[in-house]
């Protein structure tokens, strides 16, 4: 079977272009050879909220570390629940540079992320669920604590635990303690966490 | 957390870890047997400070912000004066494809978290050795 390959200068599918704008130029720029291109055409799109989705679908295949800076930028400002769920799936990415810009980036969307998070903390990836304590950790949303003390009550394994408790050392409040006295009952055998939970009560308590 | 293996010798160590209390759980162990240790909070500074400074053994998370683990070791790997520092990964992956990138991105060693006292300075030993 014949492998068709996309022509590189062809509009995104998920964007029709208009007619009487630049914004088809730009699209069909996003998919240039040139790695200057790609990003002139990123950071233009900036202005044009509808693009969101068809930079979605570059930043899925680009590989040049500066596009894909220009593409997170953009789409931080481009904020949307249909952003925040096409940004989720990196995180399950091979790409370690992708998955970390994927979640710095998540972290600077502080309107639309804790719901989409949330879920993630039933993941069946403790690496996802990880990650997904670490983006709430960085959000200042008043539902973080009680979303991170819930962690500790019900996760089971390990170093999601300690992630939650190292993200209570920046946000956390007393209400944490209980629960983070319960997980040192629970995980007693291990040094870093025993450490992790008395330098996070000692940082609540502020000493 | 105690050791009662010989100190090291004033190794100097880098860690580089954006996880505020994983950075001070390196400090406590590292410095109690004897080494010295510095800290970078991500793999940008990470990378400014083993080219700017010298150290005996650097400590890498692979899971950061603005420069991953892998990305700084094979930076440093490319960099002349630096490149055979040696280096040991931690992560919280667990997977054989994950030991085998670390190694194909330079590190010399792969650890998975939690790292327990007694195996981090007895790595670090190893690798660091002791300046007498």
């Known amino acids: 079977m014949a492998l068709l390959r996309a022509k590189p200068s062809a509009p995104p599918e998920s964007l029709p272009a208009a007619p009487g704008d630049d914004r088809a130029s730009l699209l069909a720029n996003l998919h240039s050879p040139e790695p200057a291109v790609r990003r002139g055409a990123a950071r233009a799109l900036t202005s044009h909220p509808e693009a969101a989705m068809a930079l979605c679908d570059r930043l899925d295949i680009e590989t040049s570390p500066s596009v894909r800076a220009v593409l997170f930028t953009v789409l931080i400002r481009q904020e949307s629940p249909a952003v925040v769920a096409r940004l989720l799936v990196h995180l399950r990415s091979d790409d370690a540079a992708l998955r970390n810009g994927t979640i710095e980036a998540l972290q600077e969307m502080r309107g639309t992320v804790t719901p989409h998070v949330r879920d993630l903390l039933d993941d069946p990836d403790s690496d996802v669920r990880i990650f997904a304590v670490n983006i709430l950790g960085a959000l200042c949303d008043p539902e973080t604590p009680a979303l991170l003390v819930d962690v500790l009550r019900h996760e089971p394994h390990v170093n999601v635990c300690a992630a939650a408790v190292d993200a209570l050392a920046e946000v956390g409040t007393p209400d944490a303690i209980e629960a983070l006295e319960a997980l040192r009952t629970r995980f007693g055998d291990e040094p870093f966490l025993t450490f992790a939970i008395d330098t996070t009560i000692r940082r609540i308590r502020g000493g | ?132």
């Open chain 2, 1 to 132: 957390m105690s050791d009662t293996t010989p100190q090291a010798s004033g190794a100097r160590i880098l860690v580089i870890d954006d996880g505020i209390t994983m950075r001070l759980y390196y400090r406590t162990v590292l410095e109690a047997a004897g080494f010295t240790v510095e800290e970078a909070t991500n793999g940008v500074e990470g990378y400014e400070k083993a080219v700017a400074q010298s150290y005996d053994l650097l400590i890498v998370d692979i899971n950061m912000p603005k420069m991953d683990g892998y990305s700084l070791l094979r930076a440093i790997r490319s960099e002349a004066a630096i490149r055979s520092v040696p280096a040991v990964t931690v992560s919280t992956e667990a997977g054989p494809d994950d030991a085998t990138r670390a190694f194909q991105s330079g590190a010399n060693f792969y650890l998975v978290k939690p790292v327990a006292p007694q195996a981090l300075t007895e790595l670090a030993r190893l690798m660091a050795g002791g300046r007498s």
